[in-house]
């Protein structure tokens, strides 16, 4: 009986401690906070049933009727995710995850900021878990907080270790490649967050300093460089293609593209810097075209104000780096080329000084290369012809008038060299490269008149060039010339000297009337340097046809009755330099005789002149069946002319004035221009004299008549005033009688139209010459001060009493001066 009792008692001890234990609970619960309530019945008991929707909906409302315990709330999801995420329940983390962005979502944007320090607690501690699942977790749930905008920004709020870990996601090596997919492809992601909520409030923290972009874009260009090719779109549609949000690489270029887009002007060197420092350091320069890609994506994201920002960027690490030799000159040349890909998309958007700033770098760069003289290795030529080729592409962008005004930029960089001076090797080696570089531009200008293409100072400085020491340099000046007078494709055409233009299918267009003042002002000026030219003793083959294709050129393009004279007084020119310039060799003279011949043919091919045609024609065949020698094509060796075949021994085969005179009359053409003595000449003091012949010739005509009528009396009156002479009837006597005779009754009619034509040759010379030329005519041949010394010298030596009597040794002075002064 007595066990039986105790029995029963210990069953109700049990019994009614159980019924207190839950009524504790019971009580207990009842007592906690009801948020708490909320937040517990969300998860169920096993979690893969997942989130208990209809008590989320109960928690959502009450967050939203009570937006002060937010906080709260997210405090307390935050420590159950904490204990779970520790006991490994990741089923009940991911329930409270979901919980969290549900809430996050509903939240209005005036009380986000209550909620949004749990929820940033939450992620990073899923962050900081080794389990990839809740890394990729949390980066989704940062990316839909990222995107909600906000009224009232959080300036103490800090990202500092969300771009961390984001970028070391960017950089996982997990051994499993789609999960390592996924982890980089998650950190992109993040950091895309990141910058999405950070850059467009200047309040938030600055995601532009160094610590943070020295972490984000390597990050992006260690996924970017992974890719098997790159192809680089115009504009950012990266996120529009296909599977752009499952391949890492692309969307690494799109996350690039959006921070490049969103940097001002003040952040763009914090975004270029990295990425040059992640090119050296990785040594991704050779090969170029993972970079080439990189920067036309900078160049084509970036606001098109600041493009040339990127440009100069480059030029200045152009460059840098440490090591030399081979190596280092092909890093270099490789920084050149991109240059070079990249400068075209600037130019568009560049106006004004960053025009010539840009061209500026690039030129003292050439310069520099050419300072370093490593002629021995091929890359140095590649890192310069890298940066000709950015110089023509950049310039190739921009509009004609700054074309031009960077053609003169270069001219006045390019050291000046006088003819027959001798430069150093560096300039020689500038004026080559910077030649190159004017002759870059120069195909992308197109002349429409050649007045807009040859400013008078840029026409003086390429004319001053024409003289260069090498005639590579001579060459490449002419080719310069070819380009910008080239209008109409003839170049190509006319590049070796020929006599049979009807089979070339030239284009041939009448000259405009501003093209004629052009010539009509610098037309003595360009056909004197291109005579000067063909005079140089050191003129190659190429040096005479490059300087035959100018002079074809303008003869095309200036094709005139107003012109043609000029062109047919150089012709003759070149012909007679051939036969009378003593420091050409036999060589020589033949090919300038071709060049003569060819460019003579020319002229009747582009106007009506049958006559001249016939003319040429003539000289053509004869030179054919007596002389081909002094025909096209020219030749390295004419050694073996025998001295019967010298063009001095062939006369009858020459191109006569006078003959091309009577043609042009024959075709209405005034010769007046034509008939004139020849003002071109090879520098030579005889040379000079012809050249003043015709300025000479039209001041005696003025001073005939008044000679002669001043010479008779002069002599009448010194013989009758010297005592002990006696008046002789002579020749002379008998001349200045006659000369008496004609200036009372006048000139005759022959007269008369020879002194109009003469009358008319120095008008038309003064009217046309340039001014130049007629200053260089007016120059006296000689100092007075030196002639009357020499006079007076002449007198001191002479001696007083001379043999034979007075009137003897004046007889003679007579014979020997009044013939001469009584000429006419």
């Known amino acids: 009986m007595q066990p039986m009792r105790k029995i029963v008692h210990r069953t109700c001890f049990t019994i009614s401690r159980t019924v207190y234990m839950t009524c504790c609970c019971g009580c207990l619960s009842a007592l906690r906070p009801r948020y708490k309530r909320l937040v517990d019945n969300i998860f169920p008991a096993s979690p893969q049933d997942g989130l208990v929707k209809s008590n989320m909906e109960k928690l959502t409302f009450y967050s939203l009727s009570s937006p002060e315990k937010l906080d709260r709330i997210g405090e307390y999801l935050f420590q159950k995710a904490s204990r779970d995420i520790y006991r490994r329940r990741h089923g009940f983390v991911i329930i409270a995850m979901e919980a969290m962005d549900q809430l996050l979502l509903a939240c209005h944007s005036q009380t986000l900021n209550l909620f949004v320090e749990s929820f940033l607690k939450m992620v990073q501690k899923l962050l900081e878990s080794t389990d990839p699942q809740l890394q990729i977790l949390a980066t989704q749930s940062f990316v839909r907080f990222a995107n909600i905008e906000e009224d009232t920004p959080s300036y103490h709020r800090r990202y500092d270790f969300f771009v961390s870990k984001f970028s070391a996601m960017c950089h996982s090596n997990h051994g499993d490649k789609p999960t390592r997919d996924k982890i980089r492809l998650a950190g992109i992601q993040g950091l895309q967050g990141v910058i999405r909520k950070t850059v467009s409030d200047d309040l938030v923290e600055n995601i532009w300093e160094a610590q943070h972009m020295d972490k984000i874009v390597p990050s992006l260009l260690y996924n970017m460089q992974v890719a098997e090719k790159y192809e680089t779109v115009s504009c950012m549609e990266t996120d529009t293609r296909d599977g752009a949000e499952e391949d890492p690489t692309r969307l690494a270029e799109a996350c690039l593209r959006e921070l490049v887009g969103r940097a001002s002007f003040g952040h763009i060197r914090s ?462 006597d008998s001349v200045s009688l006659e000369a008496l005779r004609r200036a009372a009754h006048g000139p005759s009619e022959a007269e008369k139209r020879e002194a109009e034509r003469k009358r008319a040759t120095l008008n038309n010379t003064f009217r046309t010459a340039p001014f130049d030329y007629l200053l260089h005519l007016t120059q006296p041949k000689y100092e007075i001060q030196d002639k009357l010394q020499e006079i007076f010298s002449s007198l001191s030596q002479e001696p007083l009493l001379a043999g034979g009597s007075p009137s003897a040794k004046l007889r003679r002075a007579q014979d020997q001066c009044l013939p001469e002064l009584f000429l006419y």
């Open 271 to 732: 975004v270029l810097r990295p990425v040059l420092t992640h090119f050296d350091r990785h040594e991704l320069w050779v090969p170029n075209d993972f970079a080439v890609h990189t920067f036309k994506i900078i160049m084509f994201s970036i606001q098109a104000q600041y493009s040339y920002s990127v440009v100069e960027a480059l030029m200045q690490h152009l460059g840098a780096g440490s090591g030399a030799g081979p190596a280092r000159t092909r890093v270099r040349a490789a920084r050149a080329s991109v240059l070079s890909n990249i400068v075209a998309i600037a130019a568009a958007d560049s106006v004004g000084p960053s025009v010539l700033e840009i061209i500026n770098n690039l030129l003292t760069n050439l310069r520099a290369s050419v300072a370093r003289d490593c002629e021995k290795e091929s890359d140095e030529k590649q890192f310069q012809d890298a940066l000709i080729n950015a110089l023509g592409e950049f310039a190739d962008h921009l509009p004609d008038f700054q074309k031009i005004d960077i053609m003169m930029f270069i001219v006045s960089k390019i050291p000046s060299s006088q003819r027959g001076g001798k430069a150093t090797k560096a300039d020689v080696m500038l004026q080559s490269i910077l030649l190159k570089s004017l002759l870059k531009v120069g195909t992308t200008y197109k002349t429409t008149e050649l007045s807009k293409a040859f400013p008078a100072a840029f026409l003086e400085a390429l004319l001053r060039l024409s003289g260069a020491g090498e005639a590579g340099t001579r060459a490449l000046l002419q080719r310069i010339l070819h380009t910008l007078l080239d209008r109409r494709g003839n170049a190509p055409l006319l590049a070796l000297p020929t006599v049979d233009y009807a089979e070339l299918g030239l284009t041939v267009e009448k000259c405009s009337r501003p093209d004629l003042i052009f010539i009509s002002k610098h037309g003595y000026a360009i056909f004197s340097s291109l005579y000067d030219g063909l005079q140089l003793e050191s003129n190659t083959v190429e040096n005479v046809e490059s300087i035959y294709t100018t002079l074809a050129l303008l003869c095309l393009e200036l094709a005139s009755e107003e012109t043609v004279c000029d062109m047919l007084q150089l012709i003759l020119a070149i012909q007679q330099s051939a036969l009378s310039n003593p420091v050409l060799s036999s060589s020589q003279q033949c090919r300038l005789h071709a060049v003569a011949i060819s460019l003579c043919a020319l002229p009747p091919h582009v106007l009506p002149l049958p006559a001249l045609k016939d003319y040429v024609s003539r000289i053509i065949e004869a030179r054919r069946e007596e002389a081909p020698h002094l025909l096209p094509p020219l030749l390295e060796d004419y050694d073996n002319l025998s001295p019967s075949r010298m063009p001095s021994k062939l006369p009858y085969l020459m191109i006569d004035q006078m003959a091309l005179a009577e043609c042009l009359k024959a075709c209405g053409i005034d010769t007046s221009r034509l008939q004139s003595p020849l003002p071109y000449s090879s520098g030579s003091a005889a040379g000079l004299a012809h050249r003043h012949s015709w300025v000479e010739a039209g001041a005696a005509q003025g001073r005939d008549s008044l000679a002669d009528i001043a010479a008779g009396p002069a002599e009448l009156d010194s013989a009758n005033s010297s005592p002990g002479v006696q008046r002789h009837t002579t020749q002379s």
